[in-house]
């Protein structure tokens, strides 16, 4: 039974976690959407994370509230970046093969490293470094948000993540089980990245971008040739029920966990993050449910013969909310932090730190996005 | 006969990253799937490799000999596709037939020698995909029309390309059991595409 201090204090507690959240996103919003749209609608959605980082704090539970927030970050993203092909808006075409403009999509970050780097090259013989600048930004962001989550940027700041987690979220009961294809599969997405960076660098083109992408759909409209347009729908199409019917049946992240390259990028590079979830052996029962809430399929055994999570894990916290017994936790470099208590205390949690860094960090990148998208929603049912 | 051996090399030396785009994709995931955290037994797989391609370029600087003197400067345009689908379609091979754990192992089959060098047939297949730098080559093969100064071009060409794919060695010390799995799915993958960029090129 809780007293009305301790509710009160959680209130509180709960309010300055969210304030500060607050605090943060709203100056970056404002900076990254406030320059073409009123001030309005980037507030709107510095207060939408902040009401996420307030439900995290007060009720102490991450994925829930990490999954609507997440969910409605790649809802807003599909709304305003490809809904707008749909009146003439080239926003869409996140890949001009003609201007080779930057794509602002991170998962092709690892697809073009190969030609950046070649291209880099020939800018730095003639000292002409403009041309790589934008990669450089991207890649820049990319290193501070790996270094800050690590591989939470999958489960928090992704658009094709929050797609997936949607889908996955919404059948309780799979009809499909994850079987021994769940393992036999297990490192496909490491094998796709190779696959990637090796072809890219054959073709000198991003192979992701350009045939594997589920977004691809308007890219594959604008091929002339008729037997390459077939094959990038065939595959768009395959990449679409990965996202999207895929989870419905397995209740997985089929698209995240089975053939997103960049998930083995960030499992890679996320190590560099001290941020980890750790299994508690002394409460862990071996119930499995945490394996069964993993949406990544990343749960593994230990040599002890207790679950832990796997390289692919990405910090997502459905198996700690799942266990009942307290057998899964956030580290910092993997030890829990001291217990403290009061209003302050209580923030200074590994778990109430790594979801504020995630927070922030997926609120104020698709700031890029969402304050548009809420005003094209407005305009659409209001006017 | 040394000077062309030369313009080979030094051709295949200002090329070779093109070469080592073509090639990679095969080599590495194969690598991968069947090498060991030992230099000895990765070193003997890229020597086949390496002596498959080296097939591949002898035949083809004879091919080019013949077609120069024949007076034929143009390949039937299916050749290309059907080297890459051919190619493709043996990685994929590979990939499926060699299942780890309990799974059927072609190297542990009772087969003919013959058959189990497969690094020697992927470097052969691969050494058929003609890469713009081997394009290059083999037009000067046809202006030249000799044998003997043929190979010795391409001699050079393929000494100073191999040079480039000499790194793959250097991850040895990672190739563990699931580096191997993470390769056979690479090389299912590549195979596919492969095959399917092969057979797209046909039926265009």
Redesign the interface.
């Known amino acids: 039974m809780q007293t009305a201090d301790s509710i009160r204090s959680k209130m509180f507690s709960a309010l300055l976690y969210a304030g500060l959240a607050l605090l943060v996103i709203t100056p970056v919003s404002l900076a990254l959407a406030g320059k073409e749209l009123s001030f309005v609608y980037p507030l709107a959605w510095s207060l939408f994370a902040a009401a996420t980082a307030f439900g995290i704090a007060y009720t102490g539970r991450v994925s829930g509230f990490r999954r609507v927030f997440f969910t409605v970050s790649a809802a807003a993203f599909l709304f305003r970046l490809k809904g707008g092909l749909l009146t003439g808006d080239t926003l869409g075409y996140c890949f001009d093969a003609v201007a080779r403009n930057v794509p602002y999509c991170h998962i092709s970050m690892a697809s073009f490293l190969p030609e950046r780097a070649h291209e880099q090259y020939i800018a730095m013989k003639i000292g002409y470094w403009d041309i790589f600048w934008g990669a450089l930004k991207l890649a820049g962001v990319w290193l501070l948000a790996t270094l800050a989550i690590g591989p939470a940027w999958c489960s928090w700041v992704c658009c094709f993540g929050g797609i997936n987690d949607g889908f996955s979220a919404i059948v309780r009961r799979p009809l499909i089980k994850s079987g021994k294809w769940a393992v036999t599969l297990r490192d496909m997405p490491a094998a796709l990245l190779i696959f990637m960076l090796l072809a890219s660098l054959a073709y000198a083109t991003p192979v992701f971008c350009q045939w594997f992408c589920p977004l691809n759909v308007p890219t594959a409209f604008a091929d002339p040739a008729v037997m390459s347009a077939v094959m990038k729908y065939a595959l768009t199409a395959a990449g679409i029920i990965a996202l999207a019917i895929a989870p419905l049946l397995t209740g997985k992240k089929i698209f995240c966990a089975y053939l997103c390259p960049f998930a083995a990028w960030q499992a890679l590079w996320g190590k560099l993050s001290p941020f980890r979830i750790k299994t508690d052996a002394a409460n862990c029962v071996n119930c499995g449910l945490c394996a069964a809430a993993c949406p990544m399929n990343a749960m593994k055994r230990s040599p002890e013969g207790k679950p832990e999570p796997g390289a692919y894990c990405n910090m997502c916290g459905e198996c700690v909310s799942a266990c009942p017994r307290g057998g899964l936790r956030y580290t910092v470099a993997g030890t829990a932090l001291p217990a403290r208590t009061g209003i302050f205390g209580s923030l200074f949690t590994a778990e109430k730190l790594h979801t504020f860094a995630a927070l922030v960090l997926g609120a104020a990148f698709s700031s890029l996005w969402a304050p548009a998208a809420i005003k094209k929603a407005f305009e659409l049912v209001f006017k | 006969m040394t000077a062309l051996f030369s313009e080979g090399f030094l051709l295949g030396l200002s090329t070779g990253?093109y070469c080592?785009?073509?090639c990679?994709?095969a080599l590495?995931?194969y690598m991968?799937a069947e090498g060991r955290n030992v230099w000895k037994t990765n070193l003997y797989i890229f020597a086949q490799f390496l002596i498959g391609r080296l097939a591949a370029y002898l035949l083809f600087a004879v091919l080019a000999t013949l077609a120069g003197k024949a007076g034929k400067y143009e390949m039937p345009h299916w050749v290309l596709p059907a080297g890459l689908c051919a190619c493709g379609a043996l990685m994929v091979f590979l990939a499926l037939a060699r299942v780890k754990g309990e799974g059927p192992c072609l190297m542990k089959k009772d087969l003919n020698p013959f058959f189990k060098r497969l690094p020697l047939a992927l470097g052969f297949v691969t050494g058929i995909n003609i890469c713009p730098p081997f394009a290059a080559g083999f037009l000067r093969l046809m202006e030249l029309a000799d044998t003997a100064k043929g190979i010795s071009y391409f001699l050079g060409f393929y000494a100073a390309t191999s040079l480039f794919m000499s790194p793959v060695l250097l991850g040895t010390p990672w190739i563990k059991t699931?580096a191997r799995?993470?390769?056979?799915?690479?090389l299912?993958?590549?195979g596919i595409?492969y095959c399917?960029r092969g057979a797209?090129e046909l039926?265009?």
């Open positions: 990253f080592l785009g073509a990679l994709p590495l995931p991968l699931r799995e993470i390769g056979r799915l690479t299912l993958l590549a595409w399917g797209l039926l265009h």
